[in-house]
Every structure is written in structure tokens, then in C-alpha cells.
């Protein structure tokens, strides 16, 4: 399992079950709203709204629920929410970055926190992990989209900086001031991502045993399930044999 976390990664680990998938519309559907407050409420003219609707479309959400969660963004009553970046380390030394939106810091704070130490983590300084990673765009494909010969040679051809090519996923790392224009010119190849985004990539990777991977995979597990967390990045690898395993 590859070292960065994406709203994926609990589904495809313990299956699509109900529960989470409202989990991960509802964090879908705050993206979304937060993306068309901060620009226009079109698509077309915002690149962010552009990124949270192909993801939403990804996951499977209606198209009623992306436009309700759109016109949510336009209505007065909508919560002021902030994003929050939290870092910390986990089991086996692994760097976690925590990216939230939320509308009430102490609450996120507390419950970052203190799931952080039950499950053997602990939060540090902002910029104690920061370091070791670099603000990118990610542009992600399912396996399914090609080889990792075509992959690599169709994000090459569009402007790509990296390609990281797993069983399950094709990573693609671009400039930040390149996402969208790379991600458009993938398209005609590889059609739409569902997922093209800024993301932290780990200069180096953890690599971590069984013990300590069952205690970190939990650990990730349950800060995704909080309301106000959107997406735990980390620089931890975990082989398939150990995978197999738990």
C-alpha cells in the first residue's frame, strides 16, 4: 500500500460499506461547497470546484447531491469553514500530514489530538514533517486506465514531473501551477482522473513492518472517519506480503 492516503483507500480495504460511504459523500459534498464559496460556482471557471466534482463523480455520488452541495455554497447560511493542517508522526516513525475544513478549531484540535494518542501517535510543531514532503498536484488513475508504460508515457507527453505506478493506482505528480492544464491533457487519453488535486509527496519512504503497520492503517482508519478531516497523507510503505497479512 502506497504512502499517501486518498478517501479511497478505507473502501477498497474493507469494502464499500454504508456507513462510510455517507462518511465520504458528506466530506465530498463540504469540499465541494468550500471550493465554490472560495471562487465562482462553476466548474468550468474554478479549478478546485473542477477537482472536487470529478472526485465526487468518482466516488459514485448523484448528481443532485454535487449540484445541491454547489447552490449550498451560494445560501447565507453556509458554515465558515477553514482548512487546518495538523502534522505528527505514527507507529514505525512514519510522517503524517492531516489536512481538515473545519468550523470549529478546538474541536478538530481535540479530536486530532486525542485520536493521534490512542492509537500510538502523537502530533508535533507545524512544519516538524512538512519538510520532508513537497506540495505537488496529484493526478491519480485506476489501474485500469492503462499500463505503466502508457501511463508514463501519456503523462510524460502532457507536461508530467513523475509517475507512480502501483497494482492499484497510477500516481501522477505535476507542478502545482500545471495540474489542470496536464490533467485536461490527459483526458482525450486516459479520460477523466476523479481525482486531481494538491497533495504532499514524501521525499522518502518508511518502511514498515507488520506490527507497526496493523497499529498505523488503524490509526489512519480513524482519523479519516472524523467529520472534520479530509485527508491524512504519510510517508509510510507497506509491503504486499505484510498487506496480506493483517
Do not use: C
Amino acid at each position: 500500500m502506497a504512502g499517501h492516503s486518498k478517501f479511497k483507500n478505507i473502501m477498497h480495504r474493507k469494502g464499500a460499506q454504508d456507513k462510510k460511504r455517507s462518511a465520504l459523500f458528506s466530506k465530498l459534498s463540504r469540499e465541494i461547497t468550500v471550493a465554490a464559496k472560495m471562487g465562482m460556482p462553476d466548474p468550468a471557471n474554478n479549478p478546485r470546484l473542477r477537482a472536487a466534482v470529478l472526485a465526487a463523480r468518482a466516488e459514485g455520488m448523484p448528481k443532485d447531491n454535487i449540484q445541491r452541495a454547489i447552490d449550498k455554497s451560494q445560501g447565507g447560511d453556509t458554515a465558515n469553514y477553514e482548512e487546518v493542517r495538523y502534522e505528527g508522526f505514527g507507529p514505525g516513525g512514519v510522517s503524517l500530514i492531516i489536512e481538515t475544513l473545519t468550523d470549529n478549531r478546538n474541536r478538530t484540535a481535540t479530536n486530532v489530538r486525542t485520536i493521534m494518542a490512542k492509537n500510538g501517535g502523537n502530533l508535533g510543531a507545524s512544519g516538524s514533517v512538512s519538510h520532508g514532503f513537497e506540495r505537488l498536484g496529484l493526478i491519480a488513475y485506476p489501474a485500469a486506465a492503462g499500463t505503466a508504460d502508457a501511463v508514463f508515457e501519456a503523462a510524460l507527453e502532457a507536461g508530467a514531473d513523475d509517475v507512480q505506478s502501483s497494482e492499484d493506482s497510477h500516481d501522477i505528480w505535476v507542478g502545482i501551477e500545471s495540474l489542470h492544464d496536464v490533467a485536461r491533457a490527459l483526458e482525450p487519453v486516459l479520460g477523466d482522473s476523479g481525482q486531481a488535486k494538491l497533495g504532499w509527496k514524501p521525499g522518502t519512504m518508511v518502511t514498515v513492518g507488520a506490527e507497526d503497520a496493523a497499529q498505523l492503517l488503524k490509526l489512519i482508519d480513524t482519523l479519516e472517519e472524523d467529520d472534520d478531516i479530509q485527508t491524512v497523507w504519510g510517508n509510510f510503505d507497506v509491503p504486499d506480503d505484510v498487506m496480506a497479512g493483517l
